[in-house]
């Protein structure tokens, strides 16, 4: 993983890496917040290497977040950018933890960010991240299958199929 603001102090150009990774055939997985992720510098990164596939980790980084998301929305550009992709983590990563655990365990208030993602990038560039093992302690592995599985976001035919495999499949060539 490499960080949209990561420089190596080695390099006389910290796209170095991001290029070489590009020319190996290698997936950079690149983690950060959004405002990171929004801002020129990482875009002209992406812009300078074209044959690197570059998958967003964790929705760009928002996290639990209220309106407005200026940062995210901004960060969502990138998805202008062919060799680009988004991991789409489970609901605990974007919503608080219900105060009591019911048998059902259900989140309220979700924001739109699933749907906005979905929007920008589209099913076959978005891929499930489980963030286990940090999600054990949130909602549970099973948890963010099944909230991103269940999503209204994804309900079209085949989106889960993307997004829970076939996306990953063709971004990393398994």
Not at 30 to 48: E, H, P, Q, T, W
Not at 86 to 97: A, N, Q, S, W, Y
Not at 127 to 141: C, H, I, K, L, N
Request: hydrophobic share 35%; charged share 25%.
């Amino acid at each position: 993983r490499i960080g949209p603001d990561d420089e190596f102090k080695s390099l006389t150009d910290a796209t170095d890496i991001w290029r070489k990774a590009g020319d190996l055939n290698l997936v950079v997985s690149s983690i950060g917040d959004d405002k990171n992720f929004a801002s020129d510098k990482f875009k002209r990164l992406v812009d300078s290497c074209p044959n690197t596939s570059i998958v967003i980790e964790h929705l760009a980084g928002v996290g639990i977040t209220t309106p407005p998301y200026t940062n995210y929305e901004k960060a969502l550009e990138i998805s202008d950018r062919p060799n680009t992709s988004i991991k789409v983590p489970g609901l605990g990563e974007i919503t608080p933890r219900p105060n009591r655990l019911e048998p059902e365990f259900q989140f309220h208030n979700v924001p739109p960010l699933f749907e906005m993602a979905y929007d920008s990038f589209g099913a076959d560039r978005m891929m499930w991240g489980s963030d286990y093992p940090p999600s054990a302690g949130r909602e549970g592995y099973q948890n963010t299958l099944e909230g991103v599985r269940n999503h209204p976001a994804f309900a079209k035919a085949g989106d889960t199929e993307w997004i829970l495999g076939k996306t990953a499949e063709r971004v990393w060539g398994f």
